[in-house]
């Protein structure tokens, strides 16, 4: 499974946190600049985590609506492991739906 994480400069243990429930491929792009992301959401990404405490907004509408283009999930959550693992327990069921096998307890 992969995930595209928008925001942050450093993720910190984020990503050895996401490898623990089989998220294999951590893909990262600073909030800083709406040019970071110039055409489209790289590809084979089964979802998004866009950390929205630490993100450009211009950054944010782009990757939204090339999430929306592409039936990709978003997960929006601050930048700590706590809040992305209770968001991805709340939206658990939108991830099946894309044919994520996510089961967290």
């Not at 050895?16 to 790289?42: A, C, F, M, W, Y």
């Not at 907004?57 to 999430?67: G, T």
Request: hydrophobic share 40%.
């Amino acid at each position: 499974m992969s995930v595209l994480i928008v925001g942050g400069d450093h993720l910190g243990s984020i990503p050895k946190e996401l490898n623990k429930i089989d998220v294999t491929d951590v893909r990262h792009i600073t909030g800083r600049s709406g040019q970071k992301i110039r055409d489209e959401i790289p590809e084979a990404i089964d979802f998004i985590i866009m950390l929205c405490d630490f993100v450009n907004h211009n950054l944010a509408y782009k990757i939204k609506k090339s999430a929306e283009n592409k039936d990709i999930p978003i997960l929006y959550a601050k930048r700590s492991w706590a809040s992305i693992y209770q968001k991805m327990k709340e939206c658990q069921s939108q991830l099946r739906k894309a044919g994520l096998p996510l089961v967290l307890k």
